[in-house]
T-cell receptor, first 114, second 112 residues
Framework: DGGITQSPKYLFRKEGQNVTLSCEQN?????MYWYRQDPGQGLRLIYY???????QKGDIAEGYSVSREKKESFPLTVTSAQKNPTAFYLC?????????????FGPGTRLTVL | AQSVSQHNHHVILSEAASLELGCNYS??????LFWYVQYPGQHLQLLLK????DPLVKGIKGFEAEFIKSKFSFNLRKPSVQWSDTAEYFC??????????WGLGTSLAVNP
């Protein structure tokens, strides 16, 4: 089955540690996105990538970093510079040349920083 | 500025009640509009979408939405809700650079 996988589902880290969240898709989509979801705040865009080896900052990129070395993978690193990292993180992708911009989502990773 | 406003943050209904969730957007270009749903413990998934043509759009599970251009609105409706409709609902509009602009979400609780 085609889809987006995110691992792990739950992640615990100590304050001050960097942590990398995985996102893999086998939909052959070119564009990928990382969102942060907090209660009552909707989805806020962290980073997005339209093609391999290229990515752009979203609305809340501070304290995060990404890479896009392969089309199917878009890992997100939450660095120690992120002041409030505990949140639910969602990865999404969009079909190439889709004029309507529909996005498909993974199951999410819930990160808790202790 | 591009934005999406969802009027209701929390809605509580009894089964068989009718549902309408408000969504207004601000965007100057051609709009593509979406409603996504997030059931407890599940992926965020597309409920329905509007791109062009008939402004009344039908989605999965008996949901529909009406695009009213003059009101910049895309309200979600369902004539009779079920307990299984308990979820969080998000409205979104296409923005610049192929991004989506999201509303803050509406949490719906349906009591059996």
């Amino acid at each position: 089955d085609g889809g987006i996988t995110q691992s792990p589902k739950y992640l615990f880290r100590k304050e001050g540690q960097n942590v990398t969240l995985s996102c893999e898709q086998n939909l052959n989509h070119d564009a990928m996105y990382w969102y942060r979801q907090d209660p009552g705040q909707g989805l806020r865009l962290i980073y997005y990538s339209q093609i391999v080896n290229d990515f752009q900052k979203g609305d809340i990129a501070e304290g995060y970093s990404v890479s896009r070395e392969k089309k199917e993978s878009f890992p997100l690193t939450v660095t120690s510079a992120q002041k409030n990292p505990t949140a639910f993180y969602l990865c999404a992708s969009r079909k190439d040349r889709d004029p309507y911009n529909e996005q498909f989502f993974g199951p999410g990773t819930r990160l808790t920083v202790l | 500025a591009q934005s999406v406003s969802q009027h209701n943050h929390h809605v509580i209904l009894s089964e068989a009640a009718s549902l309408e969730l408000g969504c207004n957007y601000s965007y100057g270009g051609t709009v593509n509009l979406f409603w996504y749903v997030q059931y407890p413990g599940q992926h965020l998934q597309l409920l329905l979408k509007y791109f062009s043509g008939d402004p009344l759009v039908k989605g999965i599970k008996g949901f529909e939405a009406e695009f009213i251009k003059s009101k910049f609105s895309f309200n979600l409706r369902k004539p009779s809700v079920q307990w299984s409709d308990t979820a969080e609902y998000f409205c979104a509009v296409n923005g610049n650079n192929r991004k989506l602009i999201w509303g803050l979400g509406t949490s719906l609780a349906v009591n059996p």
